[in-house]
């Protein structure tokens, strides 16, 4: 009998993607104190978005992973470079709202919005991405989600 019976890929993903939200969570507590520390929020998204930039050049160094070919580079559309902007709204938007939300309520509302938009684009395959209806099941899911977010904020 294997020692990793019961343990599948899609189970690393759920642990890799919680993992992942416990992280964005306590992003989110760290980028408030650096903005306490610094006495800007814009200052404070920069700092992080720098020592994230360190972190991904010392992985791509210390992987050997090739740069990608220029005529790939040239070839994407140009909305797929707005990803580093929305990265810096995210952050700056955290900053500014958790003290004065709480991360929690900060965080339920990123989620909802995360899932309510995801919703949208898994539905009607935005952004080229993969097609993955929404059913009923998961409209519901978002539904409670939204609802649970609304119950966090009325009880602050």
């Known amino acids: 009998m294997s020692a990793n019976r019961g343990w599948s890929l899609n189970t690393t993903y759920f642990v890799l993607a919680l993992v992942a939200g416990a992280a964005l969570a306590t992003q989110v507590a760290l980028n408030t104190q650096l903005r306490v520390a ?3 929020p814009m200052q404070a998204t920069f700092i992080s978005l720098c ?3 360190v ?3 010392t992985y791509t160094v210390v992987a050997r992973e090739p740069l990608p070919q220029t005529a790939s580079v040239t ?3 140009w909305w797929v470079w707005c990803g580093g ?3 810096v709204f995210y952050l700056w ?3 500014v709202s958790s003290p004065k939300l709480g991360v929690a309520v900060t965080f ?3 989620i909802a919005g995360q899932v309510v938009t995801s919703l949208a684009l898994d539905h009607f395959g935005l952004l080229n991405l993969p097609v993955h209806a929404a059913s ?3 409209v519901v899911g978002v539904g409670l989600i939204v609802a649970g977010v609304v119950v966090m904020g009325l009880a602050r």
Request: proline content about 4%.
């Open 75 to 77: 070839a994407a559309p």
């Open 55 to 57: 972190a991904a050049l």
């Open 38 to 40: 610094v006495g800007s």
């Open 51 to 53: 020592v994230g930039a």
């Open 93 to 95: 938007a955290t900053v």
């Open 85 to 87: 902007l929305l990265g």
């Open 136 to 138: 009923g099941q998961r």
């Open 108 to 110: 339920g509302l990123i």
